[in-house]
């Protein structure tokens, strides 16, 4: 068992109560983090804040330099980081390793994407006597909630921007995944100056809430649910702080009339599965032709019931389990909610008996768009399957949900396509490859997803405020001035 001090100002920091953190898989003990509260983050905010003046100071391939390094560090502790990913959030090696690249890959875009350039110079209504300059800066302390579904991922879309921009930064991670976060920054980012990077431990009531509230906290990055945010904006909104909220996700999978059976079925049961279903892009509502739906149904139960739970360490697993048995207990009453309205289990729909927070993965039909598998998200290892006639209906039907952070549809049809990203509200639309991300694409959501834009130029320009110079180089008097004449 592992036990981690929290990291603040370059220093190890302890409380006088723990949290343990367990192996989802096996729901035993595997380390414990200090339970942190407001005289942390105290500790810490002041700690960012004294660090801030020489942080923003610092040149920008400097900055740079140090971010490159924080990535060679990490490549060197990238084994140790997987297994505790594994140990602690519960995802597939396959998956885990995936999510390390992510996180540790950011960390060079935005080293080389913050040398670029800090603002613009624009055209001056007197071009021979006036400048007008763009200024791009940083705010300067910036507060990260990150949750704990993909802990090191979620952490780096805020950190490398954050930094690389000259912010400093004080990290809330989830009680879920707070070892593999301090095991990351202690180990990675301990060449930084003291206090631009530090971590408090805690639960979201207490040190959340917090950072949250704390004055010097300029920024808040969380990414979470949407009560969460709300919660977040209600207490930064009479402070008018600066807010980067990415939400929560009902995602949509739309196969088209003219998809490939075969390849759709393989797609969804990705895009639906992937890390158990803990993904805020989840395709947790499906939609298939009427025409398609038997033979659709038949090939995705077969897919879906040959995969194979285990723990993430295990050769040979597809599916880990949930991260916590409060997130079981949501996903089995969504499922037993659309079992008492009239939907059909074809496969999964159980709670298996072993140790562990397992939930076999599960194929619904007969559901209907009022029912809360398909209006609220589940976070889980389910795939409700509903049909539609018409095309022009089923964009109508992924609009109604009060979220809108991505969709998915499956076609060769460029008409069918054009219409599809025209018309629906969502801030990725994935055209047969769902759920792959581009660090130089922007991924965030509409409507109650919050708004938010991370990776891309528009994830470093979260992280700065902008100011406009108008200088005269002409002290003479101006003829609209007082008195007039």
Known sequence: MTDRAMWIGGEHVTAAEWIDSRDPATEEVVGRVPAGGAAEVDRAVAAARDAFDGWRWTAANDRAELLHEAYAKSMAHHEELVELLVREQGKPRPEQEEEAEWALTSLRYYAE??????GRVVPSAEPRTQLNLVLKEPYGVVGAIVPWNYPLLLLSWKLAPALAAGNTVVIKPSELTSLVTLEWIERCFDHFPPGVVNVVTGNGADAGEALVRHPDVRVVAMTGSVATGQRIASVAAPMMKHLHLELGGKDAFVVAPDADLGSAVDALAYAALLNAGQVCTSSE?????????????????????????GHGLEDGTDLGPLADDRFRDKVDAHVRDAVERGAKVLTGGRRPDRPGYFYAPTVLVDVDDGMVIMTEETFGPTIPLASYDRFDEVID?????????????RSSDPLLIKRFYEGVKAGTVWINDPLTDNYA????????????RELGPEGLETFLETKHVHWDFDQTRKDWWFPYA
């Open 285 to 309: 509502r499906v939609f298939v032709p009427a025409g398609m739906r038997e033979d659709f149904a038949e090939a995705l139960t077969d897919k879906v019931a040959a995969l194979r739970l």
């Open 441 to 452: 694409g922007p991924f965030g959501g509409m409507k109650m997803t919050g708004g938010g």
């Open 397 to 409: 039907r992924v609009n109604a949900s009060e979220m809108g952070l991505g969709a998915t549809l």
């Open 113 to 118: 994407l913050g040398r670029n350039g800090l």
